[in-house]
Structure formats: structure tokens, C-alpha cells
């Protein structure tokens, strides 16, 4: 089964706040990776982090790799009504829990409303 | 560069019936791979190519799943028999590169619903 726990499940905010979630493990991860999903489509990666206590900007999104490697956050400012959708985490576990690069684990992932 | 295509989007079918799914990566990307998604869930593994080789399986497809990808460019997975338990949304993605930790990009998902 799944090994990421995200939180929160589903978040409501106003357009213009800043919003965070996170993501953790009781695995090791060598690779954490943020995508965002819009209904009836895949999903497209948003940041890659590669190393423990990596910090990523990517526009208003920023994302941090944990250093114990077992968690990840990533925050959203400014929201736009065009954020809705859900955030999921993911990584390929470490190969000493199983796992292997090419293998993704993804979590359950955090809905976002946005209302304008 | 047109990303991952995949083919059908959606697909009813009877239980029992066989279904196949294509999924095409993107130009020059050597790894292929087949994720389920059901409901309220994230993507789950199922089997990654490398190349024309299937070098992975999950313990989720089962004898009645099968996944190929003859000349190393498209790919098709195949269901027999469906049941209900196989409804949802099945997702390619492909990577290029040897370390596998390039980056994965996703299609958008054939969506299966079986009666």
C-alpha cells in the first residue's frame, strides 16, 4: 500500500492567501516530487527535489525536501482561482525499503478549492 | 513535442470482456510506465519498460493484466476478463534517461468503467 501520509486532505481558501501542505513518510525518500492534477487529466510535475534540506522555488510555488528524508512540504502564495486541483506528493522509496528509482509512490493527495 | 498520448480516454465495458489500452510516450523517451488511479487515491504502480524490455511488475497486475511494448515506442496494456474491481483511471508516463531518476510526464488517462 501507500506510504506517504498528506495533509491537510482538502483545504478551502480565498483567492490571494498563501497555503501550505505537507507530506510525510516513515520511509526513506531519495527523491521528492510535487505534481498537481485537474480533473479527468494526469498529472504534471510541479517540483523535483533531490536532496535532503533542498529548498525549490518554482513561480509563487515553493517546495522543501525534509533532512531526515521522511517529509516535504510545499507552499502556494498568492492563490488564483486557476490553483484548484490535487496536489499530490511522490518519490521512489530508498532500494533499503523496498523500492527502486523508476517505481513512483504517490500519496493521497491534497484537494484545493479556491473561491474567488 | 506533443507529450504522452493515450488512447482511449474513456472505455464502458461489460464485465468480462477484454479491453486494451495504448498509451504513446514521448519522442525518444526510453522508459515507459503504467500507473491505476482509482477514486480519491494517487497513482499506483504497475509495470515500467525499458526500451522493449518489461523490467518491473507490481504485485497489482495480476495473471489477467498484460503490458507490452514491441519496438520500444508505443505500449499497450491489456485487461481480460474484466471485473468491477478494475475501474479507474490508467495512467502512462514516460522518462528518458539512465539514472531513473528522470523526471516522469504523465498522459492524460484512460479512464475504465466496468458494468
Known amino acids: ?116 | 513535442d506533443t507529450g504522452v498520448s493515450q488512447d482511449p480516454r474513456h472505455k464502458i465495458t461489460k464485465r468480462g470482456q477484454n479491453v486494451t489500452f495504448r498509451c504513446d510516450p514521448i519522442s525518444e523517451h526510453n522508459r515507459l510506465y503504467w500507473y491505476r488511479q482509482t477514486l480519491g487515491q494517487g497513482p499506483e504502480f504497475l509495470t515500467y519498460f525499458q526500451n522493449e524490455a518489461q523490467l518491473e511488475k507490481s504485485r497489482l497486475l495480476s495473471d489477467r493484466f498484460s503490458a507490452e511494448r514491441p519496438k520500444g515506442s508505443f505500449s499497450t496494456l491489456e485487461i481480460q476478463r474484466t471485473e468491477q474491481g478494475d475501474s479507474a483511471m490508467y495512467l502512462c508516463a514516460s522518462s528518458r534517461g539512465t539514472s531513473g531518476l528522470e523526471t516522469q510526464y504523465f498522459g492524460p488517462g484512460t479512464r475504465l468503467l466496468v458494468l
Open chain 1, 1 to 116: 500500500g501507500q506510504q506517504l501520509n498528506q495533509s491537510p486532505q482538502s483545504m478551502f481558501i480565498q483567492e490571494g492567501e498563501d497555503v501550505s501542505m505537507n507530506c510525510t513518510s516513515s520511509s526513506i525518500f531519495n527523491t521528492w516530487l510535487w505534481y498537481k492534477q485537474d480533473p479527468g487529466e494526469g498529472p504534471v510535475l510541479l517540483i523535483a527535489l533531490y536532496k535532503a534540506g533542498e529548498l525549490t522555488s518554482n513561480g509563487r510555488l515553493t517546495a522543501q525536501f525534509g533532512i531526515t528524508r521522511k517529509d516535504s512540504f510545499l507552499n502556494i502564495s498568492a492563490s488564483i482561482p486557476s490553483d484548484v486541483g490535487i496536489y499530490f506528493c511522490a518519490g521512489p522509496l530508498a532500494p533499503n525499503s523496498g523500492g527502486s528509482n523508476y517505481k513512483l509512490t504517490f500519496g493521497k493527495g491534497t484537494l484545493l478549492t479556491v473561491n474567488p
